[in-house]
């Protein structure tokens, strides 16, 4: 009888080891499978970062995406070469810290948080050596995954070849405007002088003619 209690709790230990081993076996499945979801996922995560990144140093002007608290999450070369300043110092940072105007660069990317968008924004981003250049900033709200605004996307071009045109055409139009004034001068002086030669000949032709007036 004893032995037979013995082979009844053998056989019950064997069969809970099995059960054990089954279910160990079925957790061990599921983990497998959830780690090699993660690495997909990890795995199109890191393609669509490369795929974004490509995008962004695809462009010659500067681009950078904001974070709606307004820190930079990310960049491109032309806005180092811009800002004097590489992408690892310039990530995490304030937006605003790179323009002369920091409050109208605010109000500018809180615009396009607020409204979707916004277009042709001028701003001037300040160089780390001091000079400064004049952009036209484009941005627009962008979403991960149809949820809720990650951030903004915001492109600038530079203008400073449109600026210095416009400037080049302001100073000639105050060379003309100054020319003008000068010749309007000349012109009044000219008159003047014609004026008052009119009025000489007019003395000599009455002098002339009451002369030959008395004598006759």
């Known amino acids: 009888r004893a032995e037979e209690e013995l082979q009844r709790s053998h056989d019950e230990l064997e069969r809970r080891v099995e059960e054990r081993t089954s279910e160990l076996s079925e957790i061990n499945q599921e983990i497998s499978a959830e780690i ?18 490509s995008l962004i140093e695809a462009s010659l002007d500067p681009l950078v995406t904001i974070a709606p608290a307004g820190t930079i999450t990310d960049v491109n070369h032309a806005t180092e070469e811009v800002t004097g300043r590489p992408r690892q110092e310039l990530v995490g940072t304030d937006f605003c810290d790179y323009f002369t105007d920091r409050e109208k660069a605010r109000q500018g990317y809180q615009q396009t948080f607020r409204e979707g968008s916004v277009q042709d924004y001028e701003l001037e981003i300040r160089h780390r050596d001091g000079h400064t250049t004049p952009v036209l900033y484009n941005a627009s709200v962008y979403r991960q995954n149809g949820g809720p605004i990650a951030g903004v996307f915001a492109a600038a071009r530079d203008i400073t070849g449109r600026k210095r045109a416009e400037q080049e055409v302001l100073r000639l139009n105050e060379d003309l405007e100054r020319r003008v004034e000068e010749r309007t001068a000349q012109l009044e002086h000219t008159a003047a002088e014609l004026e008052k030669r009119n009025l000489e000949v007019e003395r000599v032709n009455r002098m002339k003619t009451d002369f030959l007036g008395r004598s006759s």
């Open 36 to 53: 090699e979801v993660r690495k997909r996922a990890e795995d199109a995560l890191r393609q669509a970062s490369a795929y974004h990144r």
